[in-house]
């Protein structure tokens, strides 16, 4: 099952999203340390100016992971 969690602009305060926001220098540890996770068997990051998308395929549904 492939998974989505998404913070934007539009539905989160701009504080709230900066503190999801990734850059080339921790784009890497964040993604290991999703995959290190039990149960995560892929993973991905969509990360802009306006919006961060988490991609997670896996057994369980996302909210178990947060």
């Keep these: 099952m492939i998974s989505v969690l998404t913070i934007n ?10 503190k999801f926001s990734f850059n080339k220098d921790n784009l890497q ?3 290991l340390s999703l995959k ?4 995560i ?4 990051i969509l990360s802009t100016c306006n919006r961060v998308e988490l991609y997670v395929s896996s ?3 996302i909210y178990h992971f947060l």
């Design 9 to 18: 602009h539009n539905n989160s305060e701009m504080s709230f999203l900066e």
């Design 29 to 31: 540890e964040a993604l």
């Design 36 to 39: 290190n996770i039990g149960g």
């Design 41 to 44: 068997d892929e993973c991905m």
């Design 59 to 61: 057994d369980k549904k």
